[in-house]
């Protein structure tokens, strides 16, 4: 083989083991560069795990209810009418069903009154204008469900239907007057003007007429 052709072969030999001198060196550098990435994808995971594993909010506590007196006339005002439809059997006797099954209903009104709506802690959070309507709501209520508790007679019924429309009106009555006071400007009342006043006014316009005339 002529020097030329060596030379050549001896050239072209030592590009060709650069090559695959370079190939082998990225290769060995991708394989030392893939841990780390391995590593990065693992982090974002624990720390997608831990963010994901944050206590929740804890709910808010909820506000007790103030004592609804709204309520307690709701109760009355279902009692008065269940009571009056009991004396319309009155005919029957008390042994009547459809009386018994009112007075079981009226029971059963004033029961939830009193364990749901007015309830001591209710009460105590009622507005002070309120609280006193609620306290004695409270114990007509009271008073009711011993007197249909104990009740025997026709006549005691007939009573006892009229005194708990009475305290209903009664109470219907307070309240409403109460709330209306405590709106923005309370309820407004016309102006009472007495009975000097009136005529002193009107005596003034009579003059101011009569100067107009000439």
Same mark, same amino acid.
């Given at each position: 083989m002529d020097p030329g052709t060596t030379a050549y072969i001896a050239r072209e030999g030592g590009k060709? %083991?650069?090559?695959?001198?370079?190939?082998? %060196?990225? !290769?060995? !550098?991708?394989?030392?560069?893939?841990? @780390?990435? %391995?590593q990065e994808e693992a982090s974002v995971t624990v720390e997608e795990v831990v963010i994901s594993q944050e206590p929740e909010t804890? @709910?808010?506590?909820?506000?007790?209810?103030?004592?609804?007196?709204?309520? =307690?006339?709701?109760?009355?005002?279902?009692?008065?009418? $269940?009571?009056?439809?009991?004396?319309?059997?009155?005919?029957?006797? $008390? =042994?009547?069903?459809? %009386?018994?099954?009112?007075? =079981?209903?009226?029971?059963?009104e004033q029961n939830t009154l009193e364990r749901v709506d007015l309830t001591p802690e209710k009460i105590l959070s009622t507005p002070e204008w309120e609280r006193n309507l609620a306290e004695e709501a409270l114990k007509q209520s009271r008073n009711l469900r011993h007197r249909l508790e104990t009740i025997e007679t026709i006549e005691a019924l007939e009573q006892v239907a009229a005194d708990t429309e009475g305290y209903y009106r009664s109470l219907h009555g307070e309240w409403w007057k109460l709330r209306l006071a405590k709106l923005p400007g309370g309820a407004k009342k016309p102006p009472v003007?007495?009975?000097e006043k009136k005529e002193e006014i009107k005596q003034i316009a009579v003059d101011k007429i009569e100067e107009v005339l000439g």
């Open positions: 060709v %083991i650069s090559s695959l001198v370079r190939v082998a %060196i990225a !290769r060995a !550098r991708k394989t030392r560069i893939e841990p @780390p990435e %391995i804890a @709910p808010k506590q909820k506000t007790v209810a103030t004592a609804c007196v709204p309520c =307690a006339l709701g109760h009355f005002s279902t009692s008065a009418g $269940m009571l009056n439809e009991a004396v319309r059997f009155k005919g029957e006797g $008390m =042994a009547s069903n459809e %009386i018994a099954d009112r007075i =079981a209903k009226v029971l059963e003007v007495s009975e």
